[in-house]
């Protein structure tokens, strides 16, 4: 069997619960700033989840749930877009500077047995390069975006997730194999994508996203796990671990 050689993780909902916590109130904060009455909660959100890429979720609410729209939206649509993206980022980055937002449970672990082992790291992510530095720089530490040999993220590829071109680019980039690598996600869009590369993936859920459709995927969990906070396995083989360690991840490519 081949050898693990490298580990890509998905950024929203798989490092930290990103979504409930801070993109949506970041996109409510911006809508605020723009004089807009749209309100995201929690439950509506989880429904516009479907669509990938923050802009895309914007121009999917507007064309499906006809909110009020100002004149200069009808006159330029893409810069109205633009410009309530741009401002959604500008408070993201803010929740992530105060803290607002931990990574999950087994994540910087794991990263760092990873490193210690020896494993390639990269990220491929629907999200902005920016969005993505942030969240690694307060929560992994400044410079911590160098452990990841290979951020794939945003707009760099025409098609987002579910298609799997983010996949195909970060492994071209490190001239990789799917069976060299194994991936983590959170969510079927993402899963999708891996698997649509030929990857095999560790999924764990978060609340958005237990109830989706995983069926092929390596193992599904309730998060990584730590020694003194053990993982619930929903599907999969995970030899009796209580948390995801390497050992285990050699185990499965047995
Ligand atoms: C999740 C997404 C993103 C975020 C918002 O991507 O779909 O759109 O919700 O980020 P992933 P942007 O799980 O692949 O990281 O506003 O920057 O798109
Ligand atoms: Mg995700």
Redo the contacts with the bound molecule.
Sequence with gaps: MTQIVALIF?????LAD??RDG?RPAFNAAFSEAGLDWDWSVDLYGKL?R???????IRYYIDHYSPSLPATALHNPDQFIMGL?LA??RY?AQLLAEGRIPLRPGVRRLLEEARTAGLRLAI?????PD?VIALLDHTLGSDSARWFEVIAA?DVVPA??PAPD?YHYAMHAMQLEPAQCLVF???E??FRSARDAGLRTIVTVNEYTHDHDFSGALLVLDHLGEPQHSMQVISGHAHDAAYVDVDLLRKLQE
């Design positions: 998905d950024v929203d909902g798989t990103t979504e993109h989840l669509i990938t890429g923050g802009k895309e979720r993206h959604k980022n993201y491929s992510t629907t999200t902005s969005n945003g987002k997730k983010i996600e959170d969510s869009n993402g």
